[in-house]
């Protein structure tokens, strides 16, 4: 296995297609390839498992019913400008090629897709996640976070995340040195759905257990945040 090979199977990978044969034929490639696959048959089940998974990299087709493509993308892109996409479609329309540019879409695939242009461009989205995010973040008393594998390392092993809490301490290194709002963490998270800040205070709780309580501060009234 190549390098490149090694490092995507570190990541999670939304593969979202209505064409059951095609989606069928695909997933066989795409689970020999990625860490994790998740595939959906219509725009509306892609969002679902993209709120609840919280993969890496989103391969969406642009004709699906319910909500197509190019929709299901603004939706993630109006609060998600990290995670990778690649869009596939049969048509090679100059419309949609230009909406996918501005949506920062990292490939512009045409069926049928070919495996090597499939692994070329599955490799430029592992490429462009590394530049966007470190692997690995070194934080207080010995401790590493890791984004592709949402987990914390210390001198004794790891640390197992939930995906909330995992969450949570990437919006922190995220915004290193500065006070993360409980708004942020409302619509970053919670997707502007209603988050007491009880249960905000639970979920840090929990977190400071496995980390200890000095790497993330509290901010009285206003947030949290951990030191630069």
């Known amino acids: 296995m190549t390098e490149p090979e090694k490092k995507l199977k570190k990541y999670t990978v939304l593969y979202a297609e209505d064409d059951e044969g095609i989606r069928k034929s695909y997933e066989m ?15 509306n089940e ?16 642009i004709k699906m019913p319910y909500t197509d493509g ?5 939706r993630i892109r109006s609060s998600d400008k ?5 869009m596939t479609t049969a048509y ?9 540019i501005e949506l920062d ?10 495996l090597e242009d499939l692994r070329g461009a ?6 462009e996640l590394e530049e966007k995010n470190p692997e690995l973040i070194c934080l207080e008393n010995g401790l590493t976070y890791s984004f592709p594998l949402k987990s914390i390392s210390s001198y004794e092993g790891e640390i197992p995340l939930t995906n909330i809490e995992s969450r949570i301490l990437e919006i922190l290194i995220e915004n290193r040195g500065r006070i993360v709002r409980y708004e942020k963490f409302e619509s970053e998270i919670w997707r502007n759905e209603y988050m007491s800040k009880e249960t905000l205070r639970s979920h840090i709780k929990f977190l400071r257990k496995k980390i200890g309580n000095e790497i993330i501060k509290s901010a009285k009234g206003l947030g949290y945040f951990i030191n630069s």
């Open 122 to 127: 599955l490799q430029k989205c592992v490429r």
């Open 46 to 61: 892609a969002f679902v498992l993209y709120t609840e998974k919280k993969p890496d990299i989103l391969i969406a087709d």
């Open 105 to 114: 879409i990292s490939r512009y695939l045409v069926k049928p897709v070919m």
């Open 70 to 74: 190019l929709q299901l993308i603004k």
């Open 82 to 86: 990290k995670l990778r996409i690649l």
């Open 92 to 100: 090679t329309d100059e419309q949609y090629t230009l909406q996918a």
């Open 29 to 43: 490639i795409l689970k020999k390839l990625c860490g994790t696959l998740h595939c959906a048959s219509d725009g």
